[in-house]
């Protein structure tokens, strides 16, 4: 069993007050405790992210299970093939680009107000650092496999994704 990381713990526990902090359905808004503006022009586009961020957070809970070899009666983090089809061609990462999408990014635009986008800047910092500790798990699980899988799809750059995927058809 491996041990427990306090650095891990440490930025798991700052991250989870940071969602709490800046969930859409936010709990300082709702109380009152916190006045924000409201744009609606803002307001659309924050919950056109909360969609898109949801849709990303969502997709490892019904791909892996369908193409990841998840033995029958196991949770979904328990992937024992590599999924580079669908969302995974697009994105390494969408679980947490959804993360960021949803929570870091569409707050802010559904509540203008300066503490969301100052407490946002390290909740996506953070998810982001996520990735590359991930990352080193992953490539120790599916060796060269993974690698090459990082050689050719963007860790969350969900454009350059599409960008990429989008060409590879025009080339095929």
Request: proline fraction near 6%; charge should be positive; aromatic fraction near 14%.
């Amino acid at each position: 069993m491996k041990g427990v990381n306090v650095k891990e713990i440490f930025w798991m526990t700052v991250l989870t007050i940071l969602c709490i902090a800046c969930f859409p359905v936010n709990p300082l808004v709702l109380t009152g405790l916190l006045k924000t503006g409201f744009y609606l022009p803002l307001f659309v586009l924050g919950w056109v992210f909360w969609a898109i961020g949801m849709i990303l957070v969502m997709a490892p809970i019904v791909m892996f299970p369908r193409r990841g070899g998840v033995p029958k009666g196991k949770s979904f983090v328990h992937t024992t093939q590599l999924v580079d089809t669908g969302i995974y061609a697009v994105v390494r990462h969408p679980q947490y680009l959804g993360g960021i999408l949803a929570i870091f990014v569409a707050t802010p635009l559904l509540y203008p107000h300066w503490l969301f986008v100052v407490l946002g800047i390290p909740g996506a910092v953070i998810l982001y650092w996520s990735t590359i500790e991930e990352e080193k798990q992953l490539v120790e699980q599916f060796g060269d496999g993974y690698r090459s899988y990082m050689q050719k799809v963007p860790r969350v750059n969900l454009m350059s994704g599409i960008i990429r995927l989008l060409s590879s058809y025009k080339r095929g």
